[in-house]
T-cell receptor, first 112, second 117 residues
Framework: QKEVEQDPGPLSVPEGAIVSLNCTYS??????FMWYRQYSRKGPELLMY????GNKEDGRFTAQVDKSSKYISLFIRDSQPSDSATYLC????????????FGGGTRVLVKP | GAVVSQHPSWVICKSGTSVKIECRSL??????MFWYRQFPKQSLMLMAT?????????EQGVEKDKFLINHASLTLSTLTVTSAHPEDSSFYIC?????????????FGSGTQLSVL
């Protein structure tokens, strides 16, 4: 069993819909949770960064962490074709400057 | 966000040659840099942790003599793939740690696609 599980998709949604992404994990020591967006053959771009449980909102993005269930989510409102990419969840035990454990990534396609 | 520059973005080389990839933090000093490897449609796999002025720490299964890492300054880390073979063909990505208040965030370079013929 992988430490971090993430549905590979692809997840196809119409433009304007809400994109819902999630990851589950097994290591209860994870404290820092991140979501990255990666376009093809590019480095990951940090979208959201959350410490411990709770919700965090930034523009069209909302990240949720439920440590009791070992489950994290990312919601993208009013999705745009430019949101089409692979979304990677990542987490770490210590501060995010420590090594990250990544999920496998979910490929998202937003159709105009 | 912070900028991490990685060069080259792609390289093609013959089997048996060595290839050097550079990773620079452009607007901050990074005491720690990480090197990842990514195969098509797979996630990032950590290869090694690079600390300025000390030897890199390699993950299990990564050959340190094949993947040489040098972190000579607070803004530059290099990965050299020695005697490259076709199975080393992959997408290599570096990241740098930026302390932000009491937390740290990781920012990634744009990656290097290595193709070994």
């Amino acid at each position: 069993q992988k430490e971090v599980e993430q549905d590979p998709g692809p997840l196809s949604v119409p433009e304007g819909a809400i994109v819902s992404l999630n990851c589950t994990y097994s290591n209860s020591a994870f404290q820092y949770f991140m979501w990255y967006r990666q376009y093809s053959r590019k480095g990951p771009e940090l979208l959201m960064y959350t410490y411990s449980s709770g919700n965090k909102e930034d523009g069209r993005f909302t990240a949720q962490v439920d440590k009791s269930s070992k489950y994290i989510s990312l919601f993208i409102r009013d999705s745009q074709p430019s949101d089409s990419a692979t979304y990677l969840c990542a987490m770490s035990v210590g501060a995010a400057g420590n090594k990250l454990t990544f999920g496998g990534g979910t490929r998202v396609l937003v159709k105009p | 966000g912070a900028v991490v520059s990685q060069h080259p973005s792609w390289v093609i080389c013959k089997s048996g040659t060595s290839v050097k990839i550079e990773c620079r933090s452009l607007d901050f000093q990074a005491t720690t840099m990480f090197w990842y490897r990514q195969f098509p449609k797979q996630s990032l796999m950590l290869m090694a942790t690079s600390n300025e002025g000390s030897k890199a720490t390699y993950e299990q299964g990564v050959e340190k003599d094949k993947f040489l890492i040098n972190h000579a300054s607070l803004t530059l880390s290099t990965l050299t793939v020695t005697s490259a073979h076709p199975e080393d063909s992959s997408f290599y990505i570096c990241s740098a740690s930026l302390p932000v208040a009491t937390n740290e965030k990781l920012f990634f370079g744009s990656g290097t696609q290595l193709s070994v013929l």
